[in-house]
């Protein structure tokens, strides 16, 4: 079982539309979960960080953990072109020091 | 917020060349920062943990006589790829996460080798 599990993609949504992404993790006592964005050739860039359980808002952007399912989703609100990314489920296992594990990424295509 | 500066951003170099790829903290220190590598279609794998003023801590399978990082202050890392084959090819990115409560990962932009 991987560290960190996310649908490849590409999840495909149109405009407007509230896009969904998914990932799950294995180790249970998990401390702090991020959500990174990265276009193609460059970069991740942070988009959301959550460690409690429950929503966070920022934005079109929410958040949402439930450490009970080992489970951990980004909903991006109003679906723009600009938004088409792989997005990335980071994970920083307790006891891990200050050490990330990514999932694969979930790649999002936002259509016209 | 917090910028990592990455240089340089794109090298090509001839297989059994040494390239040497800087990581910066511009507005925070560092006392610890990551080296990822990334191939086409693939997720970031973390190379090595870069520690100031000790030795790196490598992640398994990952020859650290190959792969030299440098921590030699609070602001700068260096990883420097010896003996470079095109195997080596890839996209090395850097992080670092100032201290304090909620403060994310930042990364650098990144650095595409290419060894020919």
């Known amino acids: 079982q991987k560290e960190v599990e996310q649908n490849s993609g590409p999840l495909s949504v149109p405009e407007g539309a509230i896009a969904s992404l998914n990932c799950t993790y294995s180790d249970r006592v998990s401390q702090s979960f991020f959500w990174y964005r990265q276009y193609s050739g460059k970069s991740p860039e942070l988009i959301m960080s959550i460690y409690s359980n429950g929503d966070k808002e920022d934005g079109r952007f929410t958040a949402q953990l439930n450490k009970a399912s080992q489970y951990v989703s980004l909903l991006i609100r109003d679906s723009q072109p600009s938004d088409s990314a792989t997005y990335l489920c980071?994970?920083?296992?307790?006891?891990?020091?200050?050490?990330?594990?990514f999932g694969t990424g979930t790649q999002l295509k936002v259509e016209l | 917020g917090a910028v990592v500066s990455q240089h340089p951003s794109r090298v090509i170099c001839k297989s059994g060349t040494s390239v040497k790829i800087e990581c910066r903290s511009l507005?925070?220190?560092?006392?610890?920062m990551f080296w990822y590598r990334q191939f086409p279609k693939q997720s970031l794998m973390l190379m090595a943990t870069?520690?100031?003023?000790?030795?790196?801590?490598?992640e398994q399978g990952v020859e650290k006589d190959k792969f030299l990082i440098n921590h030699a202050s609070l602001t700068l890392s260096t990883l420097t790829v010896t003996s470079a084959h095109p195997e080596d090819s890839s996209f090395y990115i850097c992080s670092a996460r100032p201290t304090g409560e909620g403060h994310g990962y930042t990364f650098g932009s990144g650095t595409r080798l290419t060894v020919v």
């Open positions: 980071a994970v920083n296992p307790r006891g891990g020091g200050n050490k990330l594990t």
């Open positions: 507005d925070f220190q560092a006392t610890t």
């Open positions: 870069s520690n100031e003023g000790s030795k790196a801590t490598y």
